[in-house]
Nanobody, 124 residues
Framework: QVQLVEFGGGLVQTGGSLRLSCAAS????????MGWFRQAPGKERQFVAA????????SHADSVKGRFTISRDNAKNTLFLQMNSLNPEDTAVYYC?????????????????WGQGTQVTVSS
């Protein structure tokens, strides 16, 4: 079992930045490929970014590429998402997730554990 808790959401103006954190506890954090997803009201959950177990490989959705950066600190059991140049279309609940998959995947069905989510609201 892995427990995941997200932090860092909030209200920000267009063009602003936020840094989300996801604290993991339970089984060894470094054994899991990690991802960020988001879900806006009335929409399906959407892949945002993923990072390999070591942190050497990352993938970002086209909609956030160049603005968001995923990273991890295995020594501190923490996953991060740095979000810059935010716009109202980024408003959503953001979830971190852990997967036992060896390779990075954007498929939410391949993730085994999920956090409770943190709200990000971008005002225009």
């Amino acid at each position: 079992q892995v427990q995941l808790v997200e932090f860092g959401g909030g209200l920000v103006q267009t063009g602003g930045s936020l840094r989300l954190s996801c604290a993991a506890s339970g089984r060894a954090f470094s054994n899991y490929m990690m991802g960020w997803f988001r879900q806006a009201p009335g929409k399906e959950r959407q892949f945002v970014a993923a990072i390999s177990r070591s942190g050497s490989t990352t993938s970002h959705a086209d909609s956030v590429k160049g603005r968001f950066t995923i990273s991890r600190d295995n020594a501190k059991n923490t996953l991060f998402l740095q979000m810059n140049s935010l716009n109202p279309e980024d408003t959503a609940v953001y979830y971190c997730a852990a997967s036992s998959s060896v390779v990075i995947t954007a498929n939410s069905g391949r993730y085994d554990y999920w956090g409770q989510g943190t709200q990000v609201t971008v005002s225009s």
